[in-house]
């Protein structure tokens, strides 16, 4: 019984560790993207049918939404694609 005891309580403490160390890493990466998106300018969305960047031709557009469509086999959409 004694080293049942023993295992339950090792139990515990492991999953307790592990809960605060995800818990860590989740409250780490939401810092790290707020704290990027924040200070390193980046592309912003302006709700315009064609952001800032250049158009890009049609041809490319439907081959890249033909490989969107085959990878994620139609559960993915293009939201938008910029030319740099």
């Known amino acids: 019984m ?3 005891n023993e295992a339950l309580g090792l ?9 605060i160390i995800l ?3 989740v409250v780490t990466g939401n810092l790290v993207i707020n704290l990027t998106n924040r200070f390193i300018p980046g592309n ?3 709700g315009e ?18 490989v969107v ?3 994620t086999r139609g559960s993915g959409r293009v939201d938008s694609i910029e030319k740099r």
């Open 2 to 4: 004694e080293n049942l």
């Open 69 to 71: 469509d085959v990878i």
């Open 23 to 25: 818990c860590l890493v």
């Open 11 to 19: 139990l515990a403490v492991g999953m307790v560790t592990v809960v």
């Open 49 to 66: 049918s064609h952001p800032s960047g250049k158009l890009v031709p049609t041809k490319k557009v439907a081959a890249i939404a033909a």
């Open 44 to 46: 912003k969305r302006t």
